[in-house]
């Protein structure tokens, strides 16, 4: 086949750089935070500071506290469940297929508002904040369900989310 424009010649690095990262489903850090199961599958230092990726679960009524990111937009593709986002003020419910994206400084936060497990990708630009879900979440526990966070939990971890540039801003 040809070409109406330039090809590189077949000696160029870009014909056989591999700069590519393939994650299987099963692969990746697990984590339990706020109630919810997290699997980090990609973070900034696998993207060079490009991305963070994730894929939750959150179990009916779960979900994080309201909060504003000021390093990172984030944005969440719903697989599975009924989840309702608040962004700023208003609500909006997300079902599968739907996709919420929330620029860094807004307020948000998400709830399963439905009677199963939802399921979602969660991606950070640029990446770095999945690091919080490493270094502050629990380790799942076989059998077991997460526990839910309370106050005293984020109380916890203020020093970390202010390095995160994370401000809780509950309803």
Do not use: C
Not at 137 to 150: T, Y
């Amino acid at each position: 086949m040809s070409f109406p424009f330039p090809v590189p010649d077949k000696n160029d690095p870009r014909w056989t750089a591999r700069g590519g990262i393939f994650v299987r489903h099963s692969e990746g850090t697990h984590r339990w935070l706020a109630g919810d199961t997290y699997t980090i599958k990609v973070t900034a230092d696998d993207t060079n500071g490009s991305l963070g990726f994730i894929e939750a679960t959150v179990p009916p009524g779960a979900g994080p506290v309201a909060h504003s990111h000021g390093n990172e937009d984030e944005a969440f593709y719903v697989l599975s469940g009924r989840l309702e986002f608040l962004n700023g003020d208003e609500l909006h419910v997300a079902e599968a297929g739907d996709f919420v994206f929330i620029p860094r400084g807004n307020r948000h936060r998400f709830t399963n508002v439905g009677d199963t497990d939802a399921r979602m990708l969660v991606i950070f630009t640029p990446g770095g904040h999945e690091k919080f879900f490493v270094d502050n979440g629990d380790e799942p526990q076989p059998g077991q369900q997460p526990p839910q966070w309370g106050p005293e939990r984020y109380a916890r971890l203020v020093d970390q989310l202010l390095a995160q540039n994370v401000t809780i801003l509950p309803e």
